[in-house]
């Protein structure tokens, strides 16, 4: 028997109600325990008034919320088709003729078209709250501030020059391991902005406290140009603060990731985590889809036997256990022990195979 469209809109309708609820009070708790840990952070820094938490709270909202996602699809697939059974409503549709495959099919449908929004509309829009939560982050707590972009220009950094100018220096690409620059200029700004002099080098490499250049122009207002073989210029910078400061996947929009990770390779940047990035935010519809699977073959097998707690315990544990094993597949991947493409796309793999084959067991076996 063909699921009848009455019965596909109910079973999707109860679905997406419960997805809604429990994805609510996840979020709602979540950020409840991130603005408890802010106001802890800011307990020893006088500038960060509560204006600025709020701010901040707010701004890691939506990635904390998209983060709870797939959670909140397992346990509203849980509850869902608890109900549905607890309730005989499944006992009647299967004594119908429907199979498991069909009576899924509305709650998978809907996880779809979930983590399709999740990947194009809610994750630009976190990316971009959560560059600025980190860059409130970075001047009201850890100190750090945006030190170095990355585009189709090249590389740009900023560093503190004498007491109280800055200097901001450009370059065509770089060589991460010496942390060396190609094709150097060097803006040198003094107080309100004011310039003061332009340096134009083949190459700047970071040593103790200082960038080391070579075949360098030095240019000053109303002032000739002068050559010179190697110049130095004292720095502040360190090879952790450079790294530090670098963007962060995250905050990276899913339609502006492919651009981004051809723009580090070129300049010479290691695009893995960027990479990966993009892949596991392909992969998060079939990670969702693999979710409903193990949480409805929970539900329906074990609400039989009365084990309604039982069954909140495995989803619990099933829901920590993928959480780990994602992070620690990510972590190898990043760590270069396996291919970008199989650590981003295992999870959702693993689990999407071990789904149908709880569901298989649970109908045919």
Do not use: C
């Not at 990731?257 to 990966?276: V, W």
């Not at 689990?351 to 067991?361: D, K, P, T």
């Amino acid at each position: 028997m063909i699921l009848s469209r009455t019965l596909f809109i109910y079973i999707g309708r109860q679905f997406l109600f419960w997805f809604v609820a429990v994805f609510l009070a996840m979020v709602a708790v979540i950020i409840l325990i991130d603005a408890v840990e802010l106001l802890r952070r800011s307990a020893s820094k006088e500038n960060a008034s509560t204006a600025i938490i709020t701010s901040m709270t707010l701004l890691r909202a939506p990635y904390l919320a998209q983060e709870t996602i797939p959670f909140a699809a397992m346990f509203s697939s849980i509850i869902t088709y608890f109900h549905l059974n607890r309730n005989h409503e499944l006992v009647i549709i299967r004594s119908a003729g429907v199979s498991v495959w069909q009576f899924m099919l509305p709650a998978v449908l809907v996880v779809i078209m979930i983590g399709i929004a999740k990947v194009t509309l809610l994750n630009p829009l976190s990316s971009i709250l959560l560059s600025q939560y980190e860059e409130l982050e970075g001047r009201h707590f850890t100190g750090r501030s945006s030190l170095l972009a990355v585009s189709s220009s090249g590389i740009w950094l900023r560093q503190s020059y004498g007491e109280k100018g800055q200097a901001v220096i450009h370059a065509q690409s770089i060589q991460p391991d010496a942390l060396e620059l190609r094709d150097v200029i060097l803006f040198l700004l003094e107080e309100e902005d004011r310039f003061s002099g332009r340096i134009d080098a083949k190459t700047a490499k970071l040593a103790d406290g200082k960038w080391e250049l070579t075949e360098a122009w030095l240019n000053g207002p109303e002032k000739p140009g002068r050559f010179v073989q190697t110049h130095s210029l004292k720095t502040d910078l360190t090879s952790e603060k450079i790294q530090d400061s670098f963007a962060s996947p995250e905050t990276v929009s899913f339609w502006s990731l492919p651009r981004f990770i051809n723009i580090l390779e070129e300049t010479g940047f290691s695009a893995l985590p960027h990479r990966l990035e993009l892949h596991a935010l392909l992969a998060e519809p079939f990670l969702l889809i693999a979710m409903v699977m193990i949480a409805a073959s929970f539900s329906m097998r074990l609400s039989r036997r009365g084990g309604a707690t039982l069954l909140l315990i495995m989803g619990v544990l099933t829901a920590f256990l993928l959480f780990i094993m994602t992070n620690v597949v990510h972590a190898i991947g990043l760590g270069g022990g396996v291919p970008v493409i199989l650590a981003a796309w295992t999870p959702a793999g693993v689990s999407l195979m071990a789904g149908v084959a709880l569901l298989l067991h649970l109908e045919d076996g």
